[in-house]
């Protein structure tokens, strides 16, 4: 089976602007997470989508949002960058159920100037 | 506030040296993870430990859970280069979320 894929694995912003991260899942898998991933605040939990609905959220602002389609691909959107922002954007995908192993693909690397 | 902590931070170890990462969490929890992130690249799952009493061992890497003492460990014997890493226990609570540790950087010198 293939693995998570992550689209773009590299991106440049700047402050203000707004970004979308892409996730495959791997195929049967339904559902996917998001993570930030920092040096200063190490690996930090975004949201997770099951069956195209958010079953859970972390405690980042509301600038930060996802959406899941029906194939299960999911989105991540940041709006209004800010430097802090930069950081190693991880996606993990499962089955869905509880506490099952997250198999997480290779990240995209967001840098905002 | 749930947290998960390990230590040492930065293990530096000779090949061929045993060593022990240890990894506390908060609050009571039945599940914890062991993952394995090497520079530039993204998490690989080691071990999953589900009970009090777990123990996992794959090649030089043993790693046991120990509920009541809201302990795990990761116990590396004979260190090889290759094991040169950063490892990450994760807690994950029944709300399906995962708490990560702040990662214990390993470098194995030869």
């Known amino acids: 089976k293939a693995g998570v894929t992550q689209t773009p694995r590299y991106l440049i912003k700047t402050r203000g602007q707004q970004v979308t991260l892409s996730c495959s899942p791997i195929s049967g898998h339904r559902s996917v997470s998001w993570y930030q991933q920092t040096p200063g605040q190490g690996l930090q939990f975004l949201f997770e989508?099951?069956?195209?609905?958010?079953?859970n959220k972390g405690n980042f602002p509301g600038r930060f949002s996802g959406r899941q389609f029906s194939n299960s691909r999911s989105e991540m959107n940041v709006s209004t960058l800010e430097l802090g922002d930069s950081a190693l954007y991880l996606c993990?995908?499962?089955?869905?159920?509880?506490?099952?192993?997250?198999?997480f693909g290779p990240g995209t690397r967001l840098l905002v100037l | 506030e749930l947290k998960v902590e390990q230590n040492p931070l930065f293990l530096s170890m000779q090949e061929g040296k045993n060593y022990t990462i240890y990894c506390n969490y908060s609050t009571t929890s039945d599940r914890l993870y062991w993952y394995r992130q090497d520079p530039g690249k993204s998490l690989e799952s080691l071990f999953v430990?589900?009970?009090?009493?777990a123990v996992k061992q794959e090649g030089r890497l043993m790693a046991s859970l120990d509920t009541k003492a809201r302990l795990s460990t990761l116990h590396i014997t004979a260190a090889v280069h290759d094991l040169s890493a950063t490892y990450f226990c994760?807690?994950?609570?029944?709300?399906?979320?995962?708490?990560f540790g702040t990662g214990t950087s390993l470098t194995v010198i030869p």
């Open positions: 993990a995908s499962s089955e869905g159920r509880p506490g099952e192993t997250q198999y």
């Open positions: 994760a807690r994950w609570d029944t709300g399906n979320q995962f708490y």
């Open positions: 430990l589900l009970s009090n009493g």
């Open positions: 989508y099951f069956s195209e609905t958010q079953r």
